[in-house]
């Protein structure tokens, strides 16, 4: 029905998506072919447009964005004399430049008039900002993750929206969800395992360390812990993001800003026996083909950047960034979600 309803307006001028956010959106470890921006592109394509319309993606997300710039980070940049708009390879897990300068660029990129064509602009951002080792810190106060997730899932996003909705004013904007990030399904000894190769625990005693034997018995106090503020996490990010979409459209009319949840539940998230993230591979590899080719950029990007802005990014951590991003089913998962909610607006939009 909608490649009919589409077909019937007349609109011949090639639809435009804008892809903007974190390493969530970005497809951190996948191909091109498989990241979930893509694999709706080809939807649109195919099935929205029944081929009779072309589909033109920009996409300016990457791995590590914040939704703005931080101030310690701005602070480090003033003094380098560097601007947000600094890029490196997009597997390269950096704050910058955030979402929001990321739609500055794309605005500068499209020009006056052609923005204003922009069709949908799909975003991802908020978790970034706390971190993930700052939302499972199982020593973290859980308040305070609450206020953290308020302002930035929440503040943050406000701006990042009024922002998206000032350049690209035509623009379905699509907000996509995250997910739990650990549940009581997550493989205790494969958590343990990843923890230590993220501190860089020398590889030949690991096998030691992770026998449930020696592994120390805090470690599952810590994991519950962890998961405690993981469900806090996934909650309060739903709600916040939510509240800043339903805010947004508030001023600039309903259904304009759309939130997608995440498809990923407690059953299927880090280290379960279905997971639909990307797991640990064995000898300190990640499981996504992207593993070298991200770890060379990694080790060329981040000693110069330390080098120039005194900003140091821990380098193992930049390595092992596509862990616990949605695999290639993940991304199909988040593909459907997508689908469920987008096609009812451009229905709406194909009448209206």
């Known amino acids: 029905m909608l490649g009919r309803l589409f077909a019937g307006v007349g609109e011949t001028r090639p639809f435009e998506y804008l892809v903007v956010g974190d390493s969530l959106v970005w497809g951190g470890g996948l191909r091109e072919e498989h990241k979930f921006y893509n694999l709706t592109r080809t939807w649109l394509e195919t099935d929205v447009f029944g081929g009779k319309r072309a589909v033109n993606l920009k996409n300016r997300s990457h791995s590590g964005a914040t939704l703005t710039l931080h101030a310690d980070e ?93 350049h690209f004013p035509n623009a379905v904007i699509a907000v996509v969800g995250y997910f739990p990030i650990l549940s009581p399904y997550t493989n205790t000894g494969k958590l343990f395992n990843g923890m230590l190769e993220a501190y860089e625990f020398p590889r030949f005693f690991k096998p030691f360390m992770n026998n449930p034997l020696v592994r120390p018995i805090a470690f599952k ?41 995440g498809p990923v539940t407690e059953e299927n998230c880090f280290e379960t026996p279905n997971t639909l993230l990307i797991r640990m591979g064995n000898k300190g590899r990640t499981d996504d083909v992207l593993y070298d ?35 290639i089913a993940g991304a199909k998962a ?12 451009l229905e709406r939009r194909a009448v209206g």
């Open 221 to 261: 106090k810590m994991k519950k812990k962890a998961i405690v503020r993981s469900r806090i996490w996934i909650e309060h990010s739903d709600m916040r993001l939510k509240e800043a979409v339903d805010k947004f459209n508030a001023g600039n009319g309903k259904g304009r800003a759309v939130f997608i949840k």
């Open 74 to 166: 701005a602070a480090a940049f003033a003094r380098a004399g560097w601007t947000d708009r600094k890029t490196y390879p997009q597997e390269v897990n950096v704050s910058f430049p955030s979402v929001k300068m990321q739609l500055d660029i794309a605005a500068e990129e499209y020009g006056s008039d052609a923005r204003k064509n922009v069709d949908l602009l799909m975003l991802t951002g908020g978790l970034t900002d706390i971190s993930t080792a700052g939302i499972l810190d199982p020593k973290g106060d859980n308040d305070k993750l609450k206020q953290d997730i308020e302002k930035y899932c929440l503040g943050s996003m406000q701006e990042v929206l009024a922002n998206a909705g000032s």
């Open 293 to 327: 080719e991200r770890k060379a950029q990694c080790n060329e990007a981040l000693p110069a950047l330390e080098k120039a802005t005194g900003i140091k990014y821990p380098l193992r951590y930049c390595e092992l960034a596509s862990v616990g991003h949605p695999n």
């Open 334 to 345: 988040y593909t459907e979600s997508i689908k469920t909610i987008l096609r009812p607006v």
